[in-house]
């Protein structure tokens, strides 16, 4: 029999409800049981591959190619359960689905409502999860929003229904509210009553609380939001304010007994529990040593959330190489401004300069100029150079330009007249209209060269990382660019696409087609995320080539 853990979330966003649940989920997981993590997006778009970093922060690719909110990204990181197209379910899904089924006849002739029929997919797609690993214990299902959004009804709806028919053993509500403090110090519990009283508006009422908050919620604080939401005290828990890494709170929750409380409510017998992940990724934390300074040369920079899993790979790789990472970020746009980029790259309030560039995936023509100039830089300087997506493009690019002297070299996504176009559109992508999902997306295999960085990484030929681009390096090139000097070190398992292109006579210049980021955990360090940052701590000691 499946478990099923809905969480929502009351009083405002943003109070992490992505890592309470994925925590939860590492908990669960950290006792043995087998978890799998469901996020419920109430938004129409059918996927989030197709909004501006700006409005939803980045998309995670999953292998087999879905293009999901970031949470999933959050999961990835915390717990081990398989990720899929099947994991994130959007309003523009389960509409699309129950409209097809509509014009198919299914519904033989019945009016289609929102009660049942959209309810109904939403509990089959949830199902569905849980029903496809048989060794399935518990699936946890972050439902996106805050209770009152008029569009998270629906999925509020099939998740009491999924209690109700379920039976309290084995689905329960773990709610997350904020605790606001006001001036004078004292805290608030007054919204988190009103949540709650939302959410039994909507008929669920929570098992579990747990409070976003600046400390630590006391005793007598606890007993009394208890009273008022007809909680158990011992069912009411604090996510307090960390000033260390999202990587203590699965402690913290430990500590309090998060899960020996959840797993009690669901009837479950409380397995050994082994936090050791946990515990040697605060070590690392607290024995890093010295700073690297890290510029991010990309075009959403005033959004943390546009790179997400970049930044959280780089802090892994700081967790790796006993390094804190300091992000140094850089607006493309104003490296193109600049006829001096020493006067931006070479310092940024780093006391010896920066030590490694990473220039991120992006679409667009805005800012490109300024990453070529970075490229460019880094090249010269001998600075590691780490290249994803575009920023591999990017580097091919600046050696058309730069080294092989063709003024006009371009990817005919910033340029569809360059005589040479360096990076181009694959020939089964040039018809291609629709913008949703008709990207390469998803994990593929890339096979690299013995002798080379990328090889060195992985310490493996073979290679299975993700994609999510539509351009190329265009093979008619290969020739000039490897005579020219440039190293093409990977290639997709047919040989037909380049996948890395590195630096010759640099100390560690590397781009990917693929994206490494969405692969790295603060457990498991994407390898080329922990040597590109290993390059740039061996450049600020000196010991660099
Ligand atoms: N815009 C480029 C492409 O579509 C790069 C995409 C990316 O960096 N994810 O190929």
Redesign the pocket.
Known sequence: MNKFIFVTGGVCSSLGKGVAASSLGALLESRGLNVRMVKCDPYINVDAGTMSPYQHGEVYVTDDGAETDLDLGNYARFTSGPLSRANSITTGQVYESVIRKEREGRYLGRCVQVIPHITDEIKGRILAVAREDPDTDVVIIEIGGTVGDIESIPFLEAARQLIHESGKDNAISVHLTLIPEVAGGELKTKPTQHSVKAMQEQGIQPDVLICRAPVMLDEATRRKIALFTNMDPDAVFTSYDVDTTIYEIPIIFFEQKLDQVVLKKMGVESRHADITPWNFVMESFSSRKGKVFIAIVGKYMDLHDAYKSVYEALFHAGLACGVEVELVKIDSSRLEETENPDSILGHSGAEKGIDGILI????GQRGINGMIKASAWARAHKVPYFG????M?IMVIDWGRNVLGWKDAD?T?FNQDTKHPVVSLLADQVNVTDYGGT?RLGKSETVADAGTLLFEAYNEKRIFERH?????FSNKYRAEMTQSGLHLTAFTGDGSLVECVEWPEHPWGLGVQF?PEFKSKPTGVSPLFRDFVAAARDRRAGTGL
Not at 360 to 363: H, I, L, N
């Open positions: 991120p995936g992006g679409f994803i997506c575009l920023g493009q990817s996504e990207m999510r681009h539509r351009y190329e994206h």
